[in-house]
């Protein structure tokens, strides 16, 4: 169910009740007050400066799931190969897999078991959260030392890893958001609509 | 000075606890009798009698003999800043944990933030986007809140197969309580306009990881705060300075620290820690996303895992207790594993989203004890056992875990955790 379809169900936020026994759990109902009976904020001496353009470009660095803020350029999961190698590999593993920190590649099929093995492949839901993670975080140690199209073949390679795109299929701001992966439909949003 | 009624001296459930009126009404008598240990006659007037002490200092210090309190750090390999270090819940009292001691869940280490440099961007769905600085916010109508903030992996050990060793602050330690000051997220949302398709909003910080997490309007709307204070003074480099997002009862991670970006849309932004981490695993292999709140909960700090009892007798049970939805209702407490409760003293005041200290007097007989703790709230949630928990949420689950701690007392004086 899309985030979209499952606002227009409701009007109002509403939390999944996971057990309705007595002991239950963290996740309840938490319905807040309905819009119109929250009191208007207290007023501030309005000292907020106008933000320009290019002031929030330089800052907005957040990718939506249908691509929206993905930059200009391109990559391969061939051309990633060599930026992960020197970029990556020391902290994930050669192929992401047996690194010191996050698994990235394989454990498909082992959610349902009693080990899950959550990798990109097995995992994620969104392609886009790739590129937008690996942008503004990785590597760890010099975040913001990739070139946008370092991120996007970073993000091709991850994704061939684990067998979601073809070795030489490119990845830019019009492909990346078409990527389907495998575990798209594997989330229940306890919350469905933000208001 | 009032005398101790026997009455409140007969056990009020299995295995020596007593009545919590023995707190609540027998006041200096009652305590004294708790410390009726020896006192040596002092003869000689102390050193630190004969002579002035210390001069003043222009910034304070605990003293140096409770130094080995400390938080319990740990952190990713090959990283010092990524990981968290967690409150030693069983050195500590009463329901404000002190700034120096508040736990830290950190994606890559603190930053250093000139704040004459940082602005918080609102932007996204607005009529206006705007940006606010520290001297601006610090204008603003603020207000004070006591809250918990808890870590949604806060006592993810009690997932394992089996008890891991540890104390309440290994175990559980991911949960401290201030009283943060800042301006209402509400206020700010309303200079910049919120355009009626504006249902989320994405909170990002000024961490190396830009850390960020989607926000729905509504708790934005609500008591969300962006805190600037906390207990009374600017708030430490890792609980966020020069300004962080507060949102009480909610799982930490979305109180977003060193908060730099405020973006309003029309759907979350599915960012890493919204749906490869803090999401939850259930039996069947989906996962539960978006789930905010943090559950009700408690856990006994004294006696509780790593400290020693001194021989049999009389002793205080203490603990903390908290629910992000609002105030805590009650404690029951069990000293032989769950076969019989009695309700606790709480102590006040008992704040919605906040830590409640609870107390029991219990005579301890020198025997086997399984103590536990179960809190209730407001809602009339009730803190479910780890049995039930598991059964319900099944062992991956990872985060949320609200489930009751057992504390198993052994005869010769050792305390550790257990499940019963």
Partial sequence: MSMRRAATLTATLFVLAISAAAQTPATRDVRPRTTSSRPSPPKGPALGVPASAAEIEAMDVSIGPDGAGLPPGSGTPKQGASVYAVKCAACHGAEGVSGINDRLAGGQGTLSSAAPVKTIGSYWPYATTVFDFVRRAMPYPAPHSLTDADAYAVTAYLLHLNGIIGPDDVMDATSLPKVKMPNRDGFIPAITRGK | ?420
């Fill in chain 2, 1 to 420: 000075m009032p005398k101790v009624d026997a009455h409140d001296l007969e056990p009020v459930a299995g295995n020596g606890l007593l009545s919590r009126r023995v707190f609540l009404t027998t006041g200096v008598a009652g305590m004294a009798l708790l410390r009726a240990l020896p006192i040596a006659a002092q003869q000689n007037v102390p050193a630190w009698m004969r002579a002035p002490g210390a001069p003043l200092r222009p910034y304070g210090e605990r003293s140096p003999r409770e130094a080995t309190v400390q938080r319990i750090v740990g952190s990713m390999p090959g990283t010092d800043g990524s990981g968290s270090s967690r409150t030693p819940l069983e050195f500590l009292e009463g329901m404000i944990t002190p700034n120096s001691l508040h736990f830290e869940r950190n994606h890559s280490g603190v930053p250093d933030i000139p704040p004459e440099q940082h602005r918080l961007l609102i932007h996204g769905l607005v009529r206006q986007p705007l940006t606010f600085d520290l001297a601006a916010l610090s204008r603003y109508p603020l207000i004070s809140r006591i809250h918990f903030v808890e870590c949604s992996g806060n006592s993810a050990p009690l997932y394992a197969a089996q008890p891991a060793p540890g104390g309440a602050g290994a175990l559980h330690g991911l949960v401290s309580c201030a009283e943060w000051t800042g301006v209402p997220l509400s206020t700010l949302l309303d200079e910049a306009g919120v355009r009626p398709d504006g249902k989320w909003v994405l909170a990002e910080g000024a961490d190396a990881a830009a850390m960020s997490r989607s926000i729905p309007l509504e708790k934005a709307l609500d008591d969300a705060l962006i805190a600037i204070y906390q207990n009374g003074e600017r708030l430490r480099p890792e609980n966020g300075y020069p300004m962080r997002l507060l949102l009480p009862g909610w799982e930490g991670n979305t109180n977003v620290k060193w908060l730099r970006r405020l973006k309003v849309t029309a759907d979350p932004v599915m960012t890493k820690d919204e749906t490869s981490k803090y999401t939850d695993s259930m039996p069947g292999g989906k996962a539960m996303q978006f789930t905010f709140p943090m559950g009700v909960k408690s856990v006994i700090t004294s006696p509780s895992g790593g400290l020693k009892m001194q021989g049999a007798g009389l002793y205080q049970i203490s603990g903390i207790a908290w629910s992000g939805a609002g105030r805590i209702r009650r404690v029951d407490v069990s000293a032989d594993g769950g076969k019989t409760w009695a309700p606790a003293a709480l102590s006040g005041p008992v704040l919605p989203k906040a830590l409640t200290r609870f107390r029991l007097p219990w005579q301890w007989n020198g025997g086997a004890a399984v103590l536990m703790s179960r809190a209730v709230d407001e809602t009339g949630a009730v803190q479910p056992t780890r049995g039930a928990f598991i059964a319900a949420r099944g062992a991956s689950h990872r985060y949320h875990c609200n489930a009751i701690q057992s504390w198993a007392v052994l005869p010769a004086g050792e305390v550790r955790n257990v499940y019963a």
